[in-house]
């Protein structure tokens, strides 16, 4: 049995004797429907068979080649063993039904999957992201139930006949579960039931939440008495430290090796990197990890080119010279092992990730890449946990099905640089999201610049950017190549570091908050960045709202991505019943509400909700080494609501498996107009600090656990 099925199926064991009221039954047309007495909750209308996936049509009077049950209360599995080469299914909803999932990259910058017809594969170069390609065979209907077909086969899905929602993939045997939420409108339990069906995200490391700085070509763009790719790291090294500017790690993209294209020869150009493994141990002493890039990609007369063609390990028809290098099969055991075995020289020299490229640009067969991707992404892996042990090392990757989301992070590809970028990197977070990759960065400013402009991005871009990446779940920066803020001549420098070093560090405040909830998505699957129906599944007005989000359920963020400083934000009706703003702690925004907000670049709509919780402060040190006898600081914020009796808050202490959970829970009086916060050992000093109408309440953190008490208090909501 699987273990994510074995997980699945245990924890049902788990709860109380549970009678499900759903039934699944073969319709005269030979679909399926879920009914729940005479209520039909789901109707997969066709289940298809074909021997091409354009002419599959309704497979009828073949039953014997279907089985169908429910295998929890909630989850219907649904199996198909045939002859023909393509199986697949159609579900029918009212036509207002909308649908969420599939692929990170969001089609004409929403969220649903409106009028999308597309394969389960890279998007390639597209309107405001190139390559945004996390993706997986999985997806939600606000008609309330997911559906997740399991395989790695390339298939396509098609929505654009509306309230209809169809996939079809190249196999003759095909299983997808039907799955409902656990209580109605709860879409984050229909996540956490795919998830354990799939995989679960892996928890990062802290360093790799960032704030991280990479180079974009660090082989040139030397200022000063730089003279090589070491030298410039370093000048960033000093530049973060003199503007105290926090980081917690550093990655060099391609160029860094020898060789074509500078990788395949699996090493450090010694003209640029003299000493690698000293250069890597410094970076470390000045708390930075360090990562590479890498791809499945064999450039041509590199080593690993030469030893890919002479062992037949190459997918053929790929032009080595024009197309920069076809991809290993890594289907093959000896190119796997060949391939692992070589990369294992990074880890070795100090490593501590992987920046992971390409796998979707024709450098393999299309119906190969999900196959592949997943294989690579798994040899990545296992080169870094052999060297570092789980969760003390970062991979990501732009191009992941879901059954890796336990192997990589996510970031989203190359991101225009402009406010169309900028509003596509927002959508796709969400999405990101909506599918469970949810320690996902984008590259704050975007990565590809507009043809002919001297300025891409423009300091607003970035400024507004970088807010953005504040409340993202990881803060990447790129440098170099006139994209160094110190640096640049496009730039008033002195504003732009200023933007940097105010979200940067307040991200790294952020870190107890988000790493907080990276534990809780490795357990549940929930994504950090949340679309806002799975916090106020109620409201029909969020649906379509592609540039807002919650961040966690006590943030509601709300990014400026178009120019003027200036946007419209709502105010959906979920748990929360009022919005107050989270800077300047004055203003009370009521569900249902709107506002039109207007803020210069150092600031950014932000709103938080009755009841929050949220743990920030300084837990981990990174390049902070101008704070002399630094020790870990928290401070608790608490948001009291007399109409919130409680709230409660798992704090992750700790890193990677050695942490755990440790709750927080704040409890209201009305009668006494009284307060407590109660929480276990934090594994840090600091303080709970109570925001009231009267102002601020500090309370000090007890170690070990304690609480704290207010009598007599008047809210703030």
């Not at 996540?191 to 799939?198: D, F, H, P, R």
């Not at 997918?315 to 692992?340: E, H, R, T, W």
Request: overall charge negative; charged content about 15%.
């Amino acid at each position: 049995m699987a273990m994510g099925l074995y997980l699945l199926l245990l924890s049902f064991s788990l709860l109380p004797p549970v009678f499900s009221t759903y039934h699944i039954t073969l319709t005269k047309s030979y679909g399926l429907a879920i009914t729940d007495g005479n209520r039909t909750i789901v109707n997969n209308s066709v289940i298809l068979a074909g021997s091409q996936n354009t002419t599959a049509s309704a497979l009828r009077n073949n039953t014997q080649q279907l089985s169908y049950s429910f295998i929890t209360p909630t989850v219907a599995k649904v199996q198909l063993n045939t002859t023909y080469p393509f199986l697949g299914a159609r579900f029918t909803t009212a036509t207002s039904s909308h649908f969420y999932g599939v692929w990170e990259y969001p089609f004409s910058a929403q969220i649903t999957n409106k009028n999308v017809s597309f394969d389960l594969k890279g998007v390639g170069n597209a309107e405001g992201i190139n390559w945004s390609n996390a993706r997986a065979p999985f997806f939600i209907t606000s008609a309330g139930y997911g559906v997740y077909a399991d395989t790695l086969g390339m298939g396509s899905y098609d929505f654009k006949t509306p309230g209809e929602a169809q996939f079809i993939f190249n196999t003759s045997n095909l299983s997808y579960y039907i799955i409902l939420p656990k209580s109605e409108g709860d879409y984050k339990s229909i996540i956490e039931q795919y998830t354990a069906l799939s995989a679960r995200p892996g928890m990062p490391p802290t360093s790799g939440l960032g704030p991280t700085f990479w180079s974009d070509d660090f082989e040139q763009d030397f200022h000063g008495t730089v003279s090589n790719a070491q030298e410039n790291f370093y000048d960033v090294v000093n530049h973060l430290y003199y503007n105290q500017i926090r980081a917690t790690s550093m990655f060099a993209d391609r160029p860094y090796g020898t060789g074509n294209r500078s990788f395949g020869n699996f090493d450090f150009d010694p003209k640029f990197y003299p000493d690698p493994e000293g250069f890597i141990a410094n970076l470390s002493d000045w708390g930075f990890d360090f990562q590479v890039w890498i791809a499945n990609r064999a450039f041509f007369k590199t080593e690993l080119f030469n030893t890919s063609q002479t062992n037949n390990w190459l997918f053929p028809g790929v032009d080595p010279v024009q197309f920069l290098g076809p991809a290993l099969n890594l289907s093959i055991p000896a190119a796997y092992d060949y391939f692992k075995k070589s990369l294992e020289y990074f880890p070795s020299v100090g490593v501590k990730g992987y920046k992971i490229d390409r796998g979707e640009e024709e450098e393999m067969p299309v119906w190969e890449q999900n196959f592949q991707m997943t294989l690579f992404l798994q040899l990545a892996y296992d080169t870094m946990i052999k060297r570092w042990g789980k969760s003390n090392f970062y991979n990501f990757a732009r191009s992941a099905v879901d059954r890796s989301r336990a192997r990589t992070a996510i970031w989203n590809g190359d991101s225009h640089a402009n406010f169309t970028g900028l509003a596509y990197s927002v959508a796709s977070g969400i999405r990101s999201g909506i599918i469970s990759f949810p320690i996902w960065g984008s590259d704050t400013g975007g990565y590809t610049r507009e043809t002919g402009s001297t300025q891409s991005p423009t300091e607003e871009v970035w400024a507004r950017w970088m807010w953005f990446s504040a409340f993202s779940p990881v803060y990447e920066f790129m440098l170099g190549t006139n994209h160094t803020p110190w640096y640049s001549p496009y730039t008033n420098s002195t504003q732009t570091v200023d933007v940097l070093k105010q979200t940067a560090n307040l991200h790294s405040e952020l870190i107890p908050y988000i790493k907080s909830y990276a534990y809780a998505a490795s357990k549940s699957g929930a994504p950090i960045m949340r679309a806002l129906f799975l916090e106020a599944p109620q409201d029909k007005n969020t649906w379509e709202i592609n540039d807002q989000y919650f961040f966690g359920a006590e943030f509601l963020v709300a990014p400026i991505v178009s120019s003027g400083g200036t946007r419209t934000v709502y105010f959906p009706a979920g748990g929360s019943k009022k919005y107050l703003e989270y800077f300047g702690k004055k203003d009370i925004h009521a569900v249902g509400d709107t506002a039109r907000v207007t803020l210069s670049v150092s600031s950014s709509p932000v709103y938080v909700t009755q009841g929050a919780i949220i743990p920030r402060g300084d837990v981990y040190q990174g390049n902070a080494r101008w704070i002399d006898n630094w020790s870990p600081k928290l401070t608790v914020e608490v948001f009291p609501s007399f109409e919130v009796k409680e709230s409660r808050f798992t704090y992750f202490k700790g890193e990677g498996a050695d942490g755990e959970g440790v709750e927080i829970k704040m409890t209201t009086n009305t009668s006494g107009k009284s307060l407590k916060v109660t929480y276990g050992d934090l594994g840090a000093t600091g303080t709970v600090r109570v925001y009231l109408k009267s102002g601020v309440k500090d309370v000090e953190l007890q170690e070990g656990g304690g609480e704290a008490k207010l009598d007599g208090v008047e809210c703030l909501f």
